[in-house]
C-alpha cells in the first residue's frame, strides 16, 4: 500500500487514507502493526523522494489515516527522526503534513488538544541547528501551523 501511494495523485492518494482509515477504526490494522510497517518502510523514504516529490507529504498524511498517535510519530519514523542535519530534514516535512492532514480530518481544536496532551516537541523534528523558539515559531508559521502551538505564538 505504501509504494502505491506514493506514486499516486493527490485524489488517488486520498482514496487510499479513506480506506486506511476504515481499516484502523474497524480494528483489521492495530497501532502497533501501523508503526512497525511506516517505520519499516521510512527507511525507503529519502530515496523514493527523488522519483515522487510528494513522499514525504503522502506519507505524513498516510500517518494521519493510520491514526499514528502523537506519542508514537517517531516511532513511527524511524531513522528518519535521528537524521536531522539537513537545513531541511525528511521528518520536518513528514511531521508538518501529517499535522496539515491531521487538522483537515479532526480540525484545529483536536489536534490542538492532542498535541498538548502527547506534550508533543515539534523541534525534535527540525534541524538541529535551527531549534530555537524563534526558529521554530518561524517554521511553523510558514507552514501555517503556528495556532498550534501557543507556547511559540
Same mark, same amino acid.
Given at each position: ?72 510519530? #517517531? &516511532? !513511527?519514523?524511524? *531513522?528518519? $527522526?535521528?537524521? /536531522? ?8 516535512? @513528514?511531521?508538518? %503534513? ?17 498535541? #498538548? &496532551? !502527547?506534550?508533543? *516537541?515539534? $523541534?525534535?523534528? /527540525? ?8 526558529? @521554530?515559531?518561524? %517554521? ?14
Amino acid at each position: 500500500i505504501t509504494n502505491n501511494i506514493m506514486d499516486r495523485r493527490p485524489a488517488h492518494t486520498e482514496q487510499v487514507t479513506k480506506g486506511i482509515r476504515a481499516l484502523r477504526a474497524n480494528n483489521v490494522l492495530s497501532e502497533d502493526t501501523v508503526v512497525a510497517g511506516l517505520a519499516e518502510y521510512s527507511e525507503l523514504l529519502e530515496d523514493m523522494a527523488i522519483d515522487a516529490p510528494n513522499a514525504y507529504k503522502f506519507f505524513g498524511m498516510l500517518m494521519t489515516a493510520a491514526r499514528v498517535p502523537l506519542s508514537r510519530v #517517531a &516511532e !513511527a519514523l524511524g *531513522d528518519l $527522526a535521528t537524521n /536531522l542535519a539537513l537545513s531541511q530534514p525528511p521528518a520536518t516535512s @513528514v511531521v508538518f %503534513a501529517y499535522l496539515k492532514h491531521a487538522v483537515e480530518v479532526d480540525g484545529e481544536d483536536k489536534t490542538k488538544d492532542a498535541i #498538548a &496532551e !502527547a506534550k508533543f *516537541d515539534i $523541534a525534535r523534528f /527540525l534541524n538541529k541547528d535551527k531549534r530555537s523558539e524563534s526558529d @521554530v515559531q518561524s %517554521a511553523l508559521q510558514s507552514q501555517e501551523l503556528l495556532s498550534l502551538f501557543p507556547q511559540f505564538a
